[in-house]
Every structure is written in structure tokens, then in C-alpha cells.
């Protein structure tokens, strides 16, 4: 039987937001809105992505996944979102975009609230 929870539905929405993103990016759109959106969304979608690893990696060891480790691990990978800004502003002659900040906080309260609220609810295939 397969366990399909909460976070796996976010990391699954990371993995698809997030390859549409490259391919959306190799194209050229005129759009400013689009091209805000794409570029803050590899934020949103790593967000849920790796929150997803975190919990996949806590299963591995036979943890559950609680609202404590989902804010232990949402707050770690706000971190390394915030020093990865940062070196790209130091080190790679890009800016500090503080839209990818805001957008790394909105994803992972978004996420936080939805897992609060549904406890991380497990559904079970039945095949």
C-alpha cells in the first residue's frame, strides 16, 4: 500500500511548478507579470520540494513527520534561501531579490497552514 500525505502533495505540485518553470524560461515572453512569476517561482517550488524531501528523509529513519519537524525543517530551508541570496548577490553579480524572500516565507506559511489544518493526512491507495 502506498501513503500518499499532505507534504507529498506539495512536493509533487514543487516537482511540476518547477519544470514547467525551466521550460517557461527557455521561451521568450513579453508578459512582466509572467516573467515576475517565473521568476519567483523556483522559490515556491523548491520550498515544497525539499520539504517533501525532509519528510521522506524522516520516514526513512521511522519519524513521523509532526508539525514541529515541519517547522524545524521550513525554517532550515528558509536559511539556506536566504544565504543562497546572498551569495548570489556576493559572489554572482546577481542582486538580492527580496521577491524571492517573500516568496520563500509565503510558500512555506502557506504550506505550514495547510498542514496544520490537515494534520498531515495520509491517503492510502487502495490498489
Known sequence: MNKKTTTYFFGIIGIITWSITI???EQSINNSIINFILG??????ATWFFIWMAE???NIKKLNFT??????????????????EIIHDMYLE???DINDIIATILSIILYLIVFY????????DQF
Do not use: H
Open 67 to 84: 508539525i514541529k519537524r515541519a517547522i524545524f525543517s521550513s525554517s532550515i530551508i528558509f536559511i539556506l534561501a536566504l544565504v543562497s
Open 56 to 58: 521522506f528523509t524522516l
Open 94 to 96: 546577481s542582486p538580492f
Open 40 to 45: 519567483i517561482m523556483p522559490n515556491i517550488s
Open 23 to 25: 521550460f517557461l524560461r
Open 117 to 124: 489544518f490537515k494534520k498531515n493526512t495520509i491517503i492510502e
